[in-house]
């Protein structure tokens, strides 16, 4: 996040020196520089842009790639190798650089531990070692580099804990980062690091409490300690000592309030009153109360999340007195009251997130006011009213507007099409009524439009066709009539989009690609007749199409046709029961998904080998007592379902195995994929999962939790290939957040999923007319914040 800069002072005992001689001579000179530096490229084994080939005897030591000398002292001062890949151990050779001062080998391939050779270099100012494979413990050396300014380990695998001595002498340390490893225990007491102004260590395993000794860092600008266990109150104290602190990070570590959990007051009056904090993140923490109106004194603040906690009561108005906050999220709280008219006098507001709460009423006809504004969530709600607010039309710059899952009961106006801006627009789950209109079509940006589960009538806009951006449509459950128009989206939506419109006519392209097995039609009947999950709300029971009971038998002869007579171009893998086959069926399979159960063939296509919960269903239902299955009830609770981690919550409330069940399986498997975490890391604790962790870095932060093994993996490419990267894991992650919501309602269909790591796939292959960007219609009303 920011460039660092440190310094220390310590004198080396004697004896430490007597006894490293051996190691580092005491006549040093530019010839033991040369000699250092060339054993350093011996150890290297892999140097892909052969950065070292003028390290030789014939090139003046202060000419070799990326190496810095002194003038006056004819000594090298600097190594710096950073993204070149380079693959090796790291060296203590380097440790014969005695007048060094910065050594830069960031973001390469150096593995090993970090030699406690380097305890010579102690002219060092700049270690910095970011994005390599090091492992093991942080040497109990820093104590003596006694000019450290600048220190940045992230993004290696350093385990254990910081050891005791790390900030014992930081007279001089001015940037810490050891974000992004496994380092655990307590963050240790901080020395008299007056200088001392970033300190970043999110995202790995501490425990305990912030050390109040941190306020001995009292040039303090930059706190990041995100994502670890650290517990207790909300540091009020700490925060009031350090005056100069413009960056709070804290967000999902189990902290609470004072008073029992529900009292913010003391924090934000610290908060506030004596600091100018302008990025407060507080996410995933689970501390409750009252949002207090001293947060109307951060008047400096310009990002504010605190989404997923337990906070109560209204939104207070003063919060209009942030006029430069540009993004407020207090999604998934326990907020009720109205939206409070003042919240409008925010100029500057660029993003606002209110989802997922108790709120109610109107919304403010003033939010019309928010001209700068581009993303506004108010979906899951109980916001209610007639005809939406006119004044909405009036945000020409919003790009994705979600105000599905609430009681609006009028119409859609005409004049929406003055958002010009829009990618998507959600109004699902509500109680619109009327027709759709034409001028929607004047939405030349629109990408997704989802207005299900509606009371909406009248005929579909033929508009609609001549968007040329729209790659999600989703019209079901509604009272539409007429002929389904053709050309642009039309031709390549399914039957999907128009479920439940009994007047509705006309052809409805159909291509489902699934992969099915011999095994699998054994007992598909069997599972679908396994019984219904209970709806959770009437909303539900609308938007669910009904179970087809009597599934009709798959003949050998079917299977055989559509898998073109077992033809083995349409084999895609073997598993311990036979061979998998891609076929062409009207439904899909029911499976259970876990990563041991997934095979990849030569071209790395991914391919499900178990049928998990479906067997079980299977062995219940077969035999001497086949009926078993149809009158087993509604409840699974009395059995196995599957791996814990991996399946479904809904079924340990006792709900019925279905489809939607192993949709989740599936999404876990592709965020675990995307992050190498497992859904049952130490890390998911104190109610964070793995599906709330992508997910609240989705916007913007996705990086921070995507394999620091896949991120190496591209610093070598080009910008292109890097670009696909990028559109790669922001699709996977997008596609697992929304297979692993809480409520089935919200998952979508494995034909959805299907259909659009197809497209992503021909992406990635080259095919420029692939729209990779999700079909699922991804928006914060659909990923839930459970």
């Avoid at 997922?356 to 109107?362: A, E, M, R, V």
Wanted: charged share 15%; aromatic share 8%; proline share 5%.
């Amino acid at each position: 996040m920011f460039l660092f800069l440190l310094q220390y002072s310590v004198m080396i005992p004697r004896l430490a020196l007597s006894d490293h001689r051996r190691y580092y001579p005491y006549h040093h000179s530019l010839d033991t520089d040369r000699a250092a530096l060339l054993e350093f490229k011996r150890t290297i084994t892999s140097d892909p842009n052969s950065i070292l080939s003028n390290w030789n005897d014939s090139t003046p030591v202060c000419h070799f790639t990326g190496v810095r000398c002194n003038k006056e002292h004819h000594r090298v001062w600097k190594l710096i190798l950073n993204d070149f890949g380079i693959v090796g151990p790291l060296s203590p050779f380097i440790s014969n650089l005695t007048h060094l001062r910065v050594l830069g080998l960031m973001n390469n391939h150096l593995s090993g531990e970090i030699p406690w050779e380097f305890s010579s270099l102690r002219h060092l100012r700049h270690l910095l070692l970011e994005g390599n494979d090091l492992h093991g413990q942080i040497p109990d050396i820093f104590s003596l580099l006694v000019n450290l300014t600048v220190v940045d380990l992230r993004l290696n695998r350093l385990n254990g804990t910081i050891p005791h001595s790390f900030f014992s002498n930081c007279t001089l340390l001015k940037n810490v980062d050891l974000s992004f490893n496994l380092l655990q225990g307590n963050i240790p007491e901080i020395g008299n690091c007056k200088d001392l102004w970033n300190l970043n260590l999110y995202n790995n395993q501490f425990t305990g409490e912030i050390p109040f000794s941190i306020t001995n860092a009292s040039g303090m600008v930059n706190l990041d300690v995100e994502y670890n266990h650290l517990s207790g109150e909300l540091p009020s104290k700490i925060v009031a000592s350090l005056p100069k602190l413009l960056f709070l990070h804290l967000s999902f570590n189990p902290m609470n309030s004072p008073d029992n959990n529900s009292n913010l007051d003391p924090f934000f009056t610290a908060v506030c009153n004596y600091t100018s904090v302008m990025e407060l993140e507080l996410e995933g923490m689970g501390f409750g109360g009252k949002l207090p109106t001293s947060i109307g004194n951060c008047v400096y603040l310009s990002s504010l999340l605190m989404q997923e906690n337990n906070i109560t009561g209204s939104i207070p108005p003063t919060l209009s007195n942030l006029t430069l906050l540009m993004q407020l999220n207090l999604t998934s709280n326990l907020l009720s009251g109205t939206i409070p008219y003042e919240i409008s006098q925010l100029p500057f507001l660029l993003q606002l997130f209110l989802s997922h709460n108790l709120l109610y009423g109107s919304i403010p006809a003033a939010l019309g006011q928010f001209r700068k504004i581009g993303l506004l969530d108010l979906s899951n709600n109980k916001f209610s009213g007639g005809d939406l607010p006119i004044e909405l039309s009036k945000l020409e710059n919003v790009q994705e507007m979600d105000l599905s899952s609430n009681r609006f009961t009028g119409r859609i106006s005409p004049r929406i099409s003055s958002c010009i801006a829009l990618s998507l627009l959600n109004l699902s789950h509500n109680l619109l009524v009327g027709e759709l209109p034409e001028s929607l079509g004047d939405l030349q940006n629109l990408e997704v439009f989802d207005v299900s589960v509606n009371q909406l009538s009248g005929t579909i806009p033929t508009s609609l066709s001549n968007i040329r951006t729209l790659r999600f449509l989703n019209l079901s459950v509604n009272k539409f009539s007429g002929t389904i128009p053709a050309g642009g989206i039309f031709d390549s939506v399914t039957i999907l989009s128009f479920l439940e419109n009994g007047n509705l006519c006309g052809s409805i392209p159909v291509s489902v690609s699934v992969v099915c097995c011999m095994l699998g039609c054994r007992y598909l009947k069997v599972i679908i007749s396994a019984g219904e999950a209970e709806p959770e709300t009437e909303t539900e029971i609308i938007s669910q199409p009904e179970l087809i009971h009597n599934f009709p038998r798959i003949t050998y002869k079917e299977l055989f046709d559509a898998t073109g007579g077992f033809d083995e171009e349409r084999k895609l893998g073997s598993g311990s029961y036979g061979h998998v086959y891609e076929g062409l069926l009207p439904d899909g399979t029911h499976i259970a998904v876990k990563p041991s159960n997934v095979l990849l063939n030569d071209d790395m296509t991914a391919l499900v080998s178990d049928f998990g919960i479906a067997r079980l269903v299977m062995t219940v239902g077969v035999g001497n007592n086949g009926g078993v299955a149809e009158n087993m009830g509604k409840s699974t609770a009395n059995m196995l379902c599957g791996s814990i981690g991996y399946i479904a919550p809904e079924y340990g409330f006792g709900a019925s195995t279905n489809t939607k069940g192993d949709v989740y399986s599936f999404g876990i498997l592709v965020l675990e994929m995307v992050t190498r975490k497992r859904p049952t890391d130490d890390m998911f604790a104190g109610g964070l999962s793995l599906h709330k962790w992508v997910k609240s870095h989705y916007h913007g932060r996705i990086e921070r939790v995507v394999d620091s093994l896949l991120v190496k993996a591209t610093r070598d490419q080009s910008p292109e290939v890097k670009k696909m990267w990028e559109v790669a894991i922001g699709e996977l992650a997008e596609l697992g957040i929304l297979c692993t919501q809480d409520s089935p309602s919200t998952r979508p269909t494995m034909l959805d999923a299907a259909d659009d790591l197809d497209r992503l796939k021909r992406y990635l292959m080259g095919d420029t007319t692939a729209t990779f960007a999700s079909s699922l219609g991804i928006s914060s009303s659909n990923v839930g914040d459970d």
